[in-house]
């Protein structure tokens, strides 16, 4: 199935190293978790400062990050809210979601948001479920990197889900601004960055994307082979032995909170 082989070739991706290095990977993700959050006061207020943080960086992450920082000044903050909203929430091949290219509106994307929870359990962090979103929102897994020892797991989550980060790039530079003066995705870029953080996709994932591009997310199948339960060996990986104390995501940690 698609699911099995991209699951498959994320746990042998996810030994990989950042091949830009650890240090510049955060900084990329901070800020990218934060501009792909909605946008609002805050992105106004820091904005010298996340110029100041990515004045180091590499310019193929450097140059796309700045430039959705050019773009606020461009349109101003609520034409931008509204591009926002448009974009995420009403297109849904843009959905910022990772399970949702491989499992669609189904029961197994359900287990596959388990999988996530016990992921930001072993970081020591409760995914807040009143913060409105899912713990799979690209920018959650992002900021997750911040947290003391959540480097190594949202490492292992986006290199499990690469095909999902590159399904949503390829959207975001398809589709098409509503607001004057925009050609093309302010967020394109920004994902664009995270994935210039990441391994180049290999042979056999790109034979996953091909075919879920030509099929789109999978729909409900009534009667599944298989029974999906919390006990699904591929939950195995992400259940830790010793949980630490664990922490709070959401209200207490925004999303994007640079760290």
Known sequence: MILDALLTKGRRASRNQPPHGVDTTRVVWAVASAFLDHPDDRLLEGSSSYRSALAQLPPEMRDPLIGYLDVLDQVGLAPLQREFVDTFDLTRRCAPYLTYATCGDTRRRGVELVRFKQAFREAGVEFDETSGELPDHVAA????????????????????????????????????????????????????????????????????????????PPGETVGLDEELSPYDPRLIDYHSQTTPAPTFLGADIPVGELR
């Not at 949202?154 to 390829?170: D, I, K, M, N, T």
């Not at 398809?174 to 042979?203: E, I, K, Y």
């Open 141 to 216: 897994v992002l900021q997750l990197a911040a947290v003391p020892g959540g480097f190594e797991i949202a490492w292992r989550l986006l290199c499990q889900y690469r095909v999902s980060l590159e399904l949503l790039f390829r959207a975001l530079n398809q589709h098409r601004p509503s607001t004057p003066g925009l050609t093309t995705s302010p967020w394109a870029g920004v994902v664009g960055a995270v994935r210039a953080t990441m391994p180049a996709l290999a042979g056999s994932d790109e034979e996953v994307l091909l075919r879920l591009v030509e099929q789109g």
